[in-house]
């Protein structure tokens, strides 16, 4: 979250130079619900220790609003057909999402040539 936090705002630094302002948060889902409350919580425990730099870069981001972390589920990931072996109806699912068809399907629209006889 840290590293995808820093391109973030990398990005809204370099858009605010070519003059385009956005004043919304930015949005980087998550689908780690661990993730996203330890990111929130101001409480560090014990297991935190090793990722407490990384929080308070993330905490910081959240709480100046620059950042949300909305959840999305794990079945909606779309990076999963680049990372998971997938069931044939997940990656139908994903592959539509991410506007991907197979060339070699049969179409149902027919002949595409122009009929003037």
Same mark, same amino acid.
């Given at each position: 979250m840290?590293?995808?936090?820093?391109?973030?705002?990398?990005?809204k630094q370099l858009l605010a130079d070519l003059n385009i302002k956005h004043e919304a948060p930015m949005k980087m889902f998550c689908?780690?619900?661990a993730a996203r409350h330890i990111a929130a919580n101001p409480v560090f425990h014990e297991r935190t220790k090793h990722?407490?730099?990384d929080?308070?870069? /993330?905490?910081e981001k959240i709480q100046a609003i620059?950042?949300?972390t909305p959840?999305?589920?794990?079945?909606?990931?779309?990076?999963?057909?680049?990372?998971?072996? @997938?069931? /044939?109806?997940?990656?139908e699912d994903i592959s539509c999402k991410l506007g991907l068809?197979? /060339?070699?399907?049969?179409? @149902?629209?027919g002949n595409v040539e122009n009929n003037d006889d």
């Open positions: 840290a590293s995808t936090a820093s391109e973030l705002t990398w990005i689908d780690n619900q990722i407490e730099v929080c308070h870069f /993330i905490r620059e950042i949300e959840f999305v589920k794990s079945e909606d990931q779309l990076v999963d057909i680049f990372t998971e072996g @997938l069931g /044939i109806k997940t990656f068809y197979d /060339i070699y399907r049969p179409s @149902l629209r």
